[in-house]
């Protein structure tokens, strides 16, 4: 994740594609600058020579045709939205806390136990947070591509809560976006405001607009 987040690489819009990975902080500086689309370079086309009559005489130039297939056209206009945001990294990981527990449950298996629970992955995973100004970014970025109507979102946050949920859901009733597709890559572990377990209600109302939608926090798909 530490890589995506350094990512310095600029934005590319390839056939109607818009992709972005990186950090929030290098979303917002590149989300308001034109971003030069990738137009491939189109191939030779193949002459095809069509016999103008059905005779069996020897043919000559003047019996064929020449057909020229048309060259498909490169869409130019955004329809496909891909982002992914890490957030910052509040607490790094924890090794030595894996290798004492890996080394004490060789002794005894009950502290392998301990890496099922909550308090001990927050313990030793690192943990990210995107601020709220971040996902209100991402709306405002839609608002200025009106025909992208397909989102995939893609995140590192831990902290993500009610009101980051509404902010995505007051983006999407407006109708732009027919298809979603959201998944929270962070630690699937509760927080101070039980993120996780919320995650459920929180995303519920994006269920409840219709759209064609794919919500995932860890094992948690709403």
């Given at each position: 994740?530490?890589?995506?987040?350094?990512?310095?690489?600029?934005?590319?819009?390839?056939?109607?594609?818009?992709?972005?990975?990186?950090?929030?902080?290098?979303?917002?500086?590149?989300?308001?600058t034109p971003t030069k689309?990738?137009?491939?370079?189109?191939?030779?086309?193949?002459?095809?020579?069509?016999?103008?009559?059905?005779?069996?005489?020897?043919?000559?130039?003047?019996?064929?045709?020449?057909?020229?297939?048309?060259?498909?056209?490169?869409?130019?206009?955004?329809?496909?939205?891909?982002?992914?945001?890490?957030?910052?990294?509040?607490?790094?990981?924890?090794?030595?806390?894996?290798?004492?527990?890996?080394?004490?449950?060789?002794?005894?298996?009950?502290?392998?136990?301990?890496?099922?629970?909550?308090?001990?992955?927050?313990?030793?995973?690192?943990?990210?947070?995107?601020?709220?100004?971040?996902?209100?970014?991402?709306?405002?970025?839609?608002?200025?591509?009106?025909?992208?109507?397909?989102?995939?979102?893609?995140?590192?946050?831990?902290?993500?809560?009610?009101?980051?949920?509404?902010?995505?859901?007051?983006?999407?009733?407006?109708?732009?976006i027919r298809t979603i597709?959201?998944?929270?890559?962070?630690?699937?572990?509760?927080?101070?405001?039980?993120?996780?377990?919320?995650?459920?209600?929180?995303?519920?109302?994006?269920?409840?607009?219709?759209?064609?939608?794919?919500?995932?926090?860890?094992?948690?798909?709403?």
């Amino acid at each position: 994740m530490d890589m995506v987040h350094n990512n310095t690489a600029l934005p590319n819009l390839f056939n109607g594609v818009y992709t972005f990975f990186g950090s929030e902080m290098s979303f917002r500086a590149h989300a308001d600058t034109p971003t030069k689309p990738i137009i491939p370079q189109p191939q030779q086309p193949n002459v095809l020579m069509i016999p103008t009559s059905n005779t069996l005489d020897v043919p000559n130039n003047n019996s064929f045709q020449e057909i020229t297939p048309p060259i498909e056209e490169v869409n130019l206009s955004t329809q496909q939205i891909n982002i992914m945001l890490v957030g910052n990294k509040t607490k790094s990981s924890n090794p030595m806390c894996i290798f004492s527990t890996i080394c004490f449950g060789m002794c005894c298996i009950f502290p392998l136990c301990f890496m099922c629970c909550n308090w001990w992955k927050k313990a030793v995973y690192p943990i990210y947070e995107l601020s709220l100004q971040a996902y209100r970014e991402v709306a405002s970025f839609l608002e200025r591509n009106p025909t992208a109507n397909n989102l995939n979102l893609i995140v590192v946050d831990n902290a993500f809560n009610y009101e980051k949920a509404s902010v995505l859901y007051d983006t999407l009733s407006r109708g732009q976006i027919r298809t979603i597709s959201f998944t929270n890559k962070a630690l699937a572990c509760n927080g101070e405001l039980n993120e996780l377990d919320s995650f459920r209600n929180n995303m519920l109302p994006i269920k409840s607009l219709g759209i064609e939608s794919s919500l995932i926090w860890g094992d948690t798909i709403v």
